[in-house]
């Protein structure tokens, strides 16, 4: 226990003492001697009793009654509102019921606020490209953005899913069109000429609407093939650089 902490009170259930403090309670096991667990540390604890089903009751002085069938259970970021999250690799992503993105690291218990929208929506999907290394999000706005938080691109648009298309290119599956959209300029791309050759220009960005008049659902690109599967209300459809087929 940290020589600090002052121990209010103490409680005993089977084979454990619990040390109340203002900041928490901590917790000996008979079972792992020499060893303490700390809990709650932002409640000011008053007393812990355990009832015949091993469902812990956790008194606080001024936050009530905790009640939990599971001690070592832990409610990991409770300030943050969870909806959509995405892991990749070591790196997790959260997209929360009002509008925001957060990058979380769960060693050391901290979030970092990538975006914050202003229409207080759900974040609906939400993908890391690990290929061009941006963040694909959509609420009632459709965002690419940086993992340092710079909006790339935004556009009002109900996106369904998205996947990468090589380097330089996405697809997206949204209410109104199956859709490629160009990140940065890769004459390189599998993609680069034929979205030359058919896309347009609409509210300032450029396009290339594969189908159109549909509600897509969701997108998979098949890298090794070049070819795109996009689900919509109207069935299946499959895309290449040059064709289109139900």
């Known amino acids: 226990v940290k020589q600090d902490a002052f121990i209010q009170s103490l409680s005993y259930t089977p084979n454990s003492i619990w040390m109340c403090t203002p ?10 001697p020499g060893t303490y667990t700390h ?6 604890i008053s007393c812990v009793m ?4 091993g469902n812990y009751w956790i008194c606080t002085q001024n936050d009530g009654i905790i009640f939990t069938p599971d001690i070592d259970r832990k409610l ?3 300030n943050l509102k969870p909806h959509k999250i995405s892991i990749v690799g070591n790196d997790v992503f959260l997209g929360s019921s009002d509008d925001c993105i957060y990058k979380l690291d769960f060693d050391h218990q901290t979030s970092t606020l990538l975006h914050s929208g202003k229409s207080n929506h759900t974040i609906d999907q939400i993908h890391y490209d690990p290929v061009n290394k941006y963040l694909l999000f959509s609420s009632d706005i459709f965002y690419v953005v940086q993992e340092s938080g710079k909006v790339l691109f935004s556009l ?7 996947t990468s298309l090589d380097k330089g290119y996405i ?22 000429q034929p979205y030359l050759a058919n896309a347009r220009k609409i509210n300032g960005n450029y396009y290339w609407n594969l189908i159109e008049d549909v509600r897509a659902k969701s997108v998979v690109y098949i890298p090794t ?21 139900p």
């Open 23 to 32: 900041k928490g309670v901590y917790r000996y096991s008979e079972e792992h």
């Open 39 to 44: 809990y709650f540390a932002d409640k000011n």
């Open 50 to 53: 355990q009832d015949r089903e």
């Open 76 to 78: 990991l970021f409770p």
């Open 156 to 162: 009002i648009m109900a996106a369904k899913d998205y």
């Open 171 to 192: 697809a997206i599956a949204a209410s109104g069109s199956c859709t490629i959209y160009r990140l940065m300029d890769n004459p390189d791309n599998y993609w680069h």
């Open 225 to 245: 093939e070049h070819r795109m599967y996009f689900a919509t209300n109207i069935g299946l459809f499959e895309a290449t650089r040059y064709h289109k087929k």
